[in-house]
């Protein structure tokens, strides 16, 4: 059976939990950094730890860009997690200012008003009322569920629409997931999030085999 | 923020050992079916540390991670004796989510400095382990052979500066013993006002254990080993590798009668209890 799922691999993120977290949910995908190879499957995931202009940097220079480009434009799906998610973004504050893929409309900032300005760890999901989609990734039994989280910047998008799930880190409220026509995208590790993290991944595999 | 309940895993070539103040390890089974009761019974993450790595100069967790990876859904943190670039990258491709580093940044701080710059703080996790001295508490390294005069406090200070992510504090002079985790480190910390969060590890088993920490300090998280892994004796698979280290203690079925039988739960359960904390559903 050929893989129905590319793994972007440039060297950012935990990629092969990723690979065994969708083997769990039944999807078998393939890791790889070679344009060719991701032509060939319905979908990508960009998965990503650390940081954005390092990111958006591998990516040009893989000619990677070109490809998640071209998915995007025939509407095939993309997954982003955590920084994957940061990327489909115009522009991130990290470090110098950066531009990102721009697929979505918006920004990503830093947490601020925080001492521990670090969010490692767990956290719930309250899912959003845009969530009623029939083809979400996330079901209603995983409201208030708690997910793993590691990052110190979120997503703001301008269309508040294509939430999916909202979080709290501190006493700020944050974006944790969201969805457009082609895209799927979480700030958390639903590949470290335990049983609940594998119901997401499940999902995925019913829309991707839908 | 919820708090962790962190199972450490204590590595020497594919066994899960145990020691006390990190010494006389005893060899107690195969690392995998440890971890797998206690991705059932609600762990919030694994910390892996390769206890021999840093003496024989080679970490050999990755290999345990990436089976280990295929079905166990956890964070993963992992360590010992890492003091490449090389190695970090290994071990994060094996399916670690973090790595912890210890001598390595005793010996050479900018070590500390290249891991933050290419893998990001998140990524960092920064061992301290600890031997009471009088009043005060100083860095060991080497897995707690080498001394140094390193104070707890002021390399806290200095490590947090440059932007680790989290620190794993453990007290040599509790570890194995289930004597509590010393409070008095507890104290010092609790004066610093740490930025970053940090993990306690070494000496519970008794669940007063953590409600005394608790009282003086905030951390992220608890790293339990022996309170944890002597119950599952009669339960675990025997490593297939070969025989080293010392089984005695297993094959003469000695209880280890200082621990009382507690799961994960009856810890989350207790902790709840008492304080307004949070655990993850």
Same mark, same amino acid.
């Given at each position: 059976m050929e893989p129905k799922i590319s793994i972007i691999d440039y060297g950012m993120g935990n990629i092969y939990s990723i690979k065994c977290a969708l083997k769990e949910a039944g999807l078998k995908s393939i890791l790889t950094n070679s344009s060719n190879e991701i032509k060939k499957t319905q979908a990508i995931i960009l998965p990503g730890v650390g940081a954005f202009p390092e990111a958006m940097q591998r990516l040009k220079k893989s000619k990677i860009i070109d490809v998640i480009e071209d998915f995007h434009y025939k509407n095939k799906l993309i997954i982003g997690i955590c920084l994957g998610m940061q990327l489909f973004f115009e522009k991130s504050s990290e470090i110098s200012k950066s531009s990102g *893929?721009? *697929?979505?409309k918006g920004r990503v900032e830093k947490f601020k008003q925080n001492k521990k300005s670090m969010h490692v760890g767990w956290s719930q999901i309250e899912l959003a009322k845009s969530n009623n989609s029939k083809k979400t990734s996330l079901k209603n039994d995983l409201n208030k569920k708690s997910m793993y989280f590691i990052h110190s910047y979120h997503c703001v998008p301008d269309d508040k629409n294509l939430i999916t799930s909202n979080s709290v880190f501190g006493n700020k409220k944050f974006v944790s997931s969201l969805r457009t026509k082609n895209i799927i995208a979480f700030q958390f590790h639903p590949e470290k999030s335990g049983i609940n993290g594998i119901k997401v991944y499940k999902e995925i595999s019913k829309i991707i085999n839908s | 923020m919820n708090l962790r309940i962190i199972p450490k895993i204590d590595i020497k070539n594919r066994n899960l050992v145990k020691g006390i103040h990190l010494e006389g390890l005893r060899s107690l089974g195969n690392p995998r079916s440890f971890v797998e009761i206690y991705y059932s019974d609600g762990a919030d993450e694994i910390i892996y540390h390769d206890v021999v790595a840093s003496l024989y100069e080679r970490n050999n967790a990755a290999e345990l991670i990436k089976d280990a990876s295929k079905n166990i859904f956890l964070p993963m943190t992992v360590g010992g004796g890492i003091n490449k670039l090389k190695e970090v990258e290994k071990i994060l491709r094996s399916g670690a989510d973090r790595v912890f580093i210890n001598t390595a940044v005793l010996n050479n701080f900018s070590f500390l400095k290249d891991c933050i710059k290419n893998f990001g703080s998140s990524t960092i996790v920064l061992s301290v382990e600890v031997v009471k001295d009088k009043h005060d508490f100083y860095c060991r390294k080497d897995f707690g052979r080498e001394s140094t005069d390193i104070k707890l406090e002021s390399w806290l200070k200095k490590t947090e500066e440059v932007g680790v992510g989290e620190f794993l504090i453990t007290s040599i002079d509790r570890d194995g013993t289930g004597n509590g985790f010393d409070i008095d480190i507890a104290k010092k910390i609790s004066k610093l006002k740490l930025k970053t969060p940090f993990i306690l590890n070494g000496g519970f088993s008794k669940l007063e254990h953590f409600s005394e920490v608790l009282k003086v300090c905030r951390p992220s998280g608890f790293a339990i080993g022996s309170m944890l892994h002597y119950n599952q004796l009669d339960k675990v698979s025997e490593s297939s590798s070969e025989l080293e280290g010392n089984f005695d203690f297993k094959s003469k079925k000695i209880s280890f009668k200082d621990f009382k039988k507690f799961s994960i739960s009856d810890i989350k359960n207790h902790i709840k209890k008492k304080f307004k904390l949070q655990f993850r559903n």
């Open positions: *893929l721009s *697929l979505i | -």
